[in-house]
């Protein structure tokens, strides 16, 4: 019940395309779902967050979509650029735990 | 202003070694977290410290593992007798006391290799 289902575990999209990462929860009392950016080498950053009351939340080309009763969220990065290859990770955290549960990643390589 | 901070920042062990890795987190912050990134996997959670509560040890896969926190800033965490599997990224990261949702801030991480 703790766990994030993330897919597809490796993403190649043309510059300018849409980026699409899928995740799935089973823990109805979660009520954060963030995802977080990685770049070699370096530690993961957030990139967005989204909280279940809300079914979209838009930061620059940059969107979650939240199904709160089929239990999925997803990313879209719209017009997406070489600089955005990196590996996605969604989260979860709620129900009284305080850490967040990361899916398993998928690696985005956007070619010029 | 100065981020997470971990060391080393690569190790590599014989196995059956104990190593430490250390982690300054970001000043203020009073949550601290230790994930642990195998290759090509997601991140693990190991352990959560939060101020002065008794911290979550739910994530850590042996007795071999122990983690600390040390006046409620700078965190250890020592495996003991280091096997292969051992070896990871080993990410370090604190956040804020300004909610439940603040977000984590992460260090680069300490890649361990066991020999």
């Known amino acids: 019940q703790q766990q994030v289902k993330q897919s597809p575990q490796s993403l190649i999209v043309q510059k300018g395309g849409i980026s699409i990462i899928n995740c799935a929860y089973e823990?109805?009392?979660?009520?954060?779902f963030p995802w977080y950016q990685q770049f070699p080498g370096k530690g993961p950053a957030l990139l967005i967050a989204?909280?279940?009351?809300?079914s979209e939340k838009k930061e620059g080309r940059f969107t979650i979509s939240f199904n709160k009763s089929a239990k999925q969220f997803s990313l879209h990065i719209m017009d997406s650029q070489p600089g955005d290859s990196a590996t996605y990770f969604c989260?979860?955290?709620?129900?009284?735990?305080?850490?967040?549960?990361f899916g398993a990643g998928t690696r985005l390589a956007v070619h010029p | 202003g100065a981020g997470v901070s971990q060391s080393p920042s690569n190790k590599v062990t014989e196995k059956g070694k104990d190593v430490e890795l250390r982690c300054d987190p970001i000043?203020?912050?009073?949550?601290l977290y230790w994930y642990r990134q195998s290759l090509g996997q997601g991140l693990e959670f190991l352990i959560y410290?939060?101020?002065?509560?008794?911290?979550?040890k739910s994530g850590l896969p042996s007795d071999r593992f122990s983690a600390e926190r040390t006046g409620g800033s700078v965190s250890t965490l020592t495996i003991q007798r280091t096997q292969q599997e051992d070896s990871a990224v080993y990410l370090c990261?604190?956040?804020?006391?300004?909610?439940?949702?603040?977000?984590?801030?992460f260090g680069n991480g300490t890649r361990l290799t066991v020999t």
């Open positions: 990261a604190s956040s804020p006391p300004t909610g439940k949702n603040s977000p984590l801030h």
């Open positions: 823990n109805t009392a979660f009520d954060y």
């Open positions: 989204i909280r279940p009351d809300v």
């Open positions: 989260a979860a955290r709620g129900g009284g735990y305080n850490k967040l549960i």
């Open positions: 000043s203020g912050h009073t949550a």
């Open positions: 410290f939060q101020g002065n509560s008794a911290p979550d």
